[in-house]
């Protein structure tokens, strides 16, 4: 008897120690977002049509992390949403969110589109990714531009994914995909 | 009795009586997937319907949303299970075939191919979602090791008390009035939605960097449709029509090439969307996702008419014991439809 108390207790502490080490796991619920209960809802806006003017405010990086200036406004990801800035948005979409639970709001400017999470009830900027052509990153950087552009305006501190050429400054990434060293997709994103 | 045969008897009551208050412990941690993410309970809601079925549906929530196996039958006599559970991924369709075919072989089974986008585990929470309510067996083993992300223990999915423990002070009135029953919340699998949400402003399409579905996709999809074969059910690939996310072009002409070599048919109903009659603007529960129930209806129906004249599915209506089960069901759906549509109307009443 005393030996299965032994192996019993034994047994719990095992048993205790490895569910300690799920503790990292993901907070189940939180993590789940089955369809969209609200979904693809607009909202009209017209009292300032979006440009593809570059601001001329402090510029990306100098604080250590990607920053896409627009028309006077200074959008980061991973910051609260100011729309006051910004030109009336033109669309507002909601989808499931890839990498926060419930659902993100995806606002269409017309030249982008500014994907923003929810942290807490603060909508906070999760991407922005270029619509047209003719905008221009902080930097200069336009879709149609050549690899080699690429690289005179951010260097050759990237990691490659495939046809994906990715920058990490802090906690944000400038992520461009290419197709024969074409750059066809631009977009800043949070890391996470 | 002597005392070595007391000491054998009385380890043996320590040990039966620890395991029931173990496993008493670990059923009542569990969560019961009953009111909230009722997507979870899905699975283990066929064991008690096995059987007997001519189509089972597998894939993600575009099969449980989008196909109503009751308007099969009601308008064609088909009878159809749908084995759709939230982010099924290709290999748990494949361990999910596995497992119905050791209850029954159906005459179709119709894949939904959204899953080949994803090569890779999505989350712990949508595996959990589609692995803790299986029925253990080889299938379910091979599930989980083959859906496990870096972070997961196979053990916590054998002693779920390793995982949830820590759900001891979240315990609700649901996980003691479901601790030992299911409740049925589908119909033959289908999740009913009668809310209408029109679609509006999508995304942009996003440019991806590579269009090539993985290779253990395909791995999975090829081991698919050798069990098929091996069974002699015909193996059916569907696209369903939502308008997001976007199935690419490029992903619909590997599902079309692979569907050519190997003989399968294949039916985008996302480019079918006016033949079958769909009305984004009513027959969407989420703004263009997923169809709600006049859209599920009209697809169902669509559907049924390929089935039984492409595919020779038996209409069974006719069959006395068929048709005592499926009456009474269909009795159940109707009733439930007319009292949420009521429900709905009385909230906006209000």
């Given amino acids: 008897m005393k030996r299965i108390g032994k192996a019993l207790f034994l047994w719990g502490i095992v048993a205790v120690l490895t569910a300690c080490g799920q503790e990292g796991a993901p907070a189940l619920a939180q993590n789940i977002n089955i369809g969209a209960d609200s979904a693809g809802n607009t909202a009209g806006g017209d009292s300032k049509e979006a440009s593809t003017e570059a601001s001329d405010q402090e510029p990306s990086g100098e604080d250590g992390v990607f920053r896409f200036a627009y028309e ?44 923003a999470y ?63 060293d074409i750059v066809t997709s631009i977009e800043y994103r949070l890391n996470k | 009795m002597k005392k070595k045969e007391k000491d054998i008897l009385s380890t043996g009551v320590v040990l039966v009586v620890f395991c029931i208050i173990f496993t008493l412990i670990s059923m009542l941690l569990q969560p019961k997937y009953m009111t ?178 993985g290779d253990i996709c395909f791995e999975y999809l090829d081991k698919l449709r050798l069990l098929c074969g091996e069974n002699g059910t015909e193996l059916i690939l569907v696209k369903a029509p939502s308008l997001y996310p976007y199935w690419y072009k490029e992903y619909d002409a590997q599902i079309r090439e692979y569907a050519s070599e190997y003989g399968l048919s294949y039916y985008n109903f996302a480019e079918l969307t006016e033949d079958i009659g769909l009305d984004f603007s009513e027959d969407t529960y989420d703004g263009g996702y997923h169809l709600n129930l006049s859209g599920a209806v009209k697809l169902s129906r669509y559907f049924g008419s390929i089935l039984t004249e492409g595919h020779g599915l038996t209409d069974h209506r006719q069959d006395p014991e068929i048709a005592s089960v499926y009456n009474e069901k269909l009795q159940i759906y109707d009733k439930t439809i007319e009292e949420r549509i009521r429900e709905q109307e009385d909230e906006k009443d209000r």
């Fill in chain 1, 72 to 115: 006077g406004a200074m959008l980061t990801p991973g910051e609260p949403v100011d729309l006051s800035g910004l030109p009336k948005y033109s669309d507002v979409a909601e989808v499931p969110s890839c990498a926060f639970g419930g659902n993100d709001k995806i606002y269409n400017f017309k030249t982008f589109e500014l994907t």
């Fill in chain 2, 36 to 213: 909230e993410l009722e997507e979870g309970s899905f699975i283990s809601q066929y064991y008690r319907e096995a059987g007997g079925h001519d189509v089972i549906f597998l894939g993600d929530c575009e099969v449980y949303a989008n196909y109503s196996p009751m308007e099969l039958y009601r308008d064609y006599g088909i009878t159809a299970y749908i084995r759709g559970t939230p982010q099924q991924l290709v290999w748990m369709s494949y361990y999910v075939a596995e497992e119905t075919f050791r209850y029954e072989t159906p005459r179709v089974l119709v894949f939904n191919v959204n899953a080949m986008r994803y090569s890779e585990p999505v989350s712990e929470a949508y595996n959990r979602l589609t692995i803790d309510q299986m029925r253990w067996s080889g299938s379910k083993a091979g599930m989980i090791l083959a859906s496990m992300t870096e972070e997961e223990q196979f053990l916590s999915y054998v002693f779920p008390i390793l995982r949830y423990h820590s759900r001891f002070d979240q315990l609700t009135q649901e996980d003691f009035t479901w601790l030992f029953r299911v409740r049925d919340n589908t119909f033959n699998g289908f999740h009913l939605h009668t809310e209408i949400i029109p679609a509006g402003a999508l995304p942009a399409e996003r440019v991806l960097p590579d269009y090539q579905f």
């Fill in chain 1, 118 to 180: 929810f942290d807490a009830d603060e909508e906070r900027i999760y991407s922005i990714y270029f619509i047209d052509p003719n905008l221009p990153t902080t930097e200069g950087l336009r879709l149609g531009d050549t690899v080699d552009d690429m690289k005179s305006f951010y260097g050759d501190s990237y990691e490659t994914e495939g046809a994906s050429y990715i920058y990490t400054r802090g906690e944000t990434l400038l992520i461009l995909i290419t197709n024969k």
